[in-house]
């Protein structure tokens, strides 16, 4: 004999709706995470394991883990991965903290009152819009190496000639960091739409409250902006630190895919694609993008690590 109330089976039968409702819902991203995510990733995963190669009429042949082998561990190919991986690992020390930083400012100026804010607020979204490829061929002006690029032009004139002309993108000290300017430019307009839709979630109760018990704008912005900003500022963390690590386009197109000068500006998504289309070698190609989606799921991992803490905290 049944025991279930009209209210429960009522209850049961609304979740199960809502349960199914959901999954449908989701249905098409759950599609197209499998179709251009879990498919490519696979696909990957199997051709490192063979000998394929563009150039040569042989039939791939079956390798194993011998290409993740002599990436990570061979004494003559590893040194270029490790090396291109400390500048992926370099160029988000660099563009991280101050992109984020940025962000916040950005997103704190424009989260005020003012006259004609959406003009602004279009204005430092509108290079997120440009397409890299057009962004890094107009950068590519500035950086000029003569007098005729913009910064050689106005460090000129600023100096009065005093300082002659700088290799931005010839000198191994300054291309990566030069990069780096360029892409934090750039990116900078994603992260503080993320960071401005986080300050308008934040009660405007707490900064009354603060403001009657006279705290500065200093004090509001330590012990109630940042708070409420976490989990938002952890995003963006990771979400920059990954943009960081499949640093490409920029590379490519302002080196030729030579990573120059001596490898300064080299990247782990630089060596994917010259193992795979220029040397051919689509086996050893499709490692390094194994290596670095594993790279990608240990940082979201973390983050997911961290917003648990915070969950817990609270």
Same mark, same amino acid.
């Given at each position: 004999m049944s025991t279930s109330t009209p209210v429960a089976k009522r209850n049961r039968k609304k979740f199960g709706y809502d349960n199914?409702?959901?999954?449908?819902?989701?249905?098409?991203?759950?599609?197209?995470?499998?179709?251009?995510?879990?498919v490519p990733f696979i696909a990957a995963f199997v051709f490192s394991l063979y000998n394929i190669n563009f150039a040569s009429s042989h039939a791939p042949t079956w390798m194993g883990l011998e290409q993740y082998r002599r990436i990570l561990f061979d004494p003559d190919t590893s040194p270029i991965f490790w090396h291109s991986l400390g500048n992926n690992l370099y160029f988000a020390a660099m563009v991280v903290p101050v992109q984020t930083g940025l962000a916040v400012a950005l997103a704190i100026f424009l989260n005020q009152k003012l006259r004609g804010i959406g003009i602004f607020r279009t204005f430092f979204f509108m290079p997120v819009v440009f397409p890299m490829s057009l962004v890094v061929v107009i950068w590519s002006l500035f950086f000029q190496r003569d007098s005729l690029g913009m910064f050689n032009s106005a460090l000129g004139a600023l100096s009065g000639g005093l300082i002659q002309p700088i290799d931005w993108l010839g000198t191994q000290e300054l291309a990566l960091p030069s990069i780096a300017v360029l892409?934090?430019?750039a990116g900078v307009?994603?992260?503080? #739409?993320?960071? =401005?839709a !986080?300050?308008?979630?934040? /009660?405007?109760?707490?900064?009354?409250?603060?403001?009657?018990?006279?705290?500065?704008?200093?004090?509001?912005?330590?012990?109630?902006?940042?708070?409420?900003?976490?989990?938002?500022?952890?995003?963006?963390?990771m979400i920059t630190t990954i943009f960081s690590l499949r640093l490409l386009?920029? #590379?490519?197109? =302002?080196? !030729?895919?030579?990573?120059? /000068?001596?490898?300064?500006?080299?990247?782990v998504m630089l060596q994917a694609v010259v193992a795979a289309f220029k040397n051919g070698n689509v086996g050893q190609?499709?490692?390094?993008?194994?290596?670095?989606?594993?790279?990608?799921?240990?940082?979201?991992?973390?983050?997911?690590?961290?917003?648990?803490?915070?969950?817990?905290i609270k």
């Open positions: 199914l409702a959901g999954f449908l819902f989701s249905l098409p991203a759950l599609l197209l995470l499998i179709l251009f995510v879990l892409s934090i430019w307009g994603f992260q503080m #739409v993320v960071v =401005l !986080g300050l308008q979630e934040i /009660p405007s109760e707490l900064y009354e409250a603060a403001a009657i018990d006279k705290a500065s704008k200093w004090q509001q912005f330590v012990h109630v902006t940042l708070p409420g900003l976490r989990n938002t500022l952890v995003f963006v963390v386009d920029q #590379v490519y197109i =302002l080196t !030729g895919g030579t990573g120059g /000068p001596l490898d300064s500006t080299s990247t190609g499709s490692a390094f993008t194994v290596i670095f989606v594993l790279i990608i799921i240990v940082l979201t991992l973390i983050q997911r690590a961290l917003l648990r803490q915070e969950k817990e």
